[in-house]
């Protein structure tokens, strides 16, 4: 059986579900980097605070690393919810 096949006999219930887990794990690791970013944010400033610069450069580079993963993550949320929302308004008892 051809991959191109296999795809197409995917229903739309079964993707729906498959789509509704990512959502899961997106809302997770939105989560779990913004818990993230406080706790970079916070050690870096303690860190710049008692002029270790070794370890306020490392905490930096973790604000930065957690501000992708919450941009990105909160990016998927966003477009998912108004692709939704959408076709909710298009056909509203479906």
Same mark, same amino acid.
């Given at each position: 059986?051809?991959?191109?096949?296999?795809?197409? !006999?995917? /229903? +739309? +219930?079964?993707? +729906? +579900?498959?789509?509704? $887990?990512?959502?899961?794990?997106? @809302? &997770? @690791?939105? @989560?779990? &980097?913004?818990?993230?970013?406080?706790?970079?944010? $916070? #050690?870096?400033? *303690? *860190?710049?605070?008692?002029?270790? !610069? /070794?370890?306020?450069?490392?905490?930096?580079?973790?604000?930065?690393? /957690? &501000? =992708?993963? %919450? &941009?990105?993550?909160?990016? $998927? @949320?966003?477009?998912?919810? #108004? =692709?939704?929302?959408?076709? %909710?308004?298009?056909?509203?008892? %479906?």
């Amino acid at each position: 059986m051809e991959p191109v096949e296999y795809f197409r !006999q995917i /229903d +739309k +219930k079964r993707w +729906k +579900k498959w789509l509704f $887990y990512l959502d899961l794990v997106m @809302i &997770a @690791i939105f @989560i779990f &980097a913004l818990v993230m970013l406080v706790r970079d944010t $916070y #050690f870096s400033g *303690y *860190y710049l605070a008692l002029m270790e !610069q /070794d370890m306020h450069d490392f905490h930096l580079w973790g604000v930065v690393r /957690d &501000a =992708v993963f %919450a &941009a990105f993550s909160g990016a $998927y @949320i966003f477009v998912r919810f #108004f =692709v939704n929302l959408f076709a %909710a308004m298009r056909n509203p008892w %479906a």
